[in-house]
């Protein structure tokens, strides 16, 4: 295993590339599920902005995510790029808006 990260992408050839393929990884750290309660320890998500003060706003249609958010995992992990950093709420808000305008 190589000390430093590389900045090589690694490539390999496709052996059939007429057929479609489903790519299943599993990563055992980030499956693992609570002995006593059955939740996983740690849940990946997204959020739709984040305000200065460090508030999390997550707008949903239906709210599936959310409670995998509240009383799920243990740990949730945001995924979460520069463009959804807001400096206020009603900024976020607006985001979100617009965001759905698109849609």
Not at 9 to 33: K, V, W
Request: glycine share 6%; charged share 20%.
């Amino acid at each position: 295993m190589p000390s430093r990260p590389s900045k090589r992408l690694q490539t390999f050839r496709n052996p059939a590339p007429g057929r479609d393929y489903r790519i299943h990884m599993s990563l055992p750290e980030f499956t693992c599920l609570c002995p006593l309660t059955g939740q996983p320890d740690f849940a990946l998500g997204s959020v739709h902005a984040i305000t200065r003060e460090g508030t999390l706003v997550i707008a949903s249609a239906s709210g599936s995510q959310l409670a995998s958010y509240v009383w799920g995992a243990a740990n949730v992990i945001f995924v979460v790029g520069a463009q959804k950093l807001v400096t206020t709420a009603e900024e976020a808000r607006e985001r979100i808006e617009k965001a759905r305008a698109t849609n």
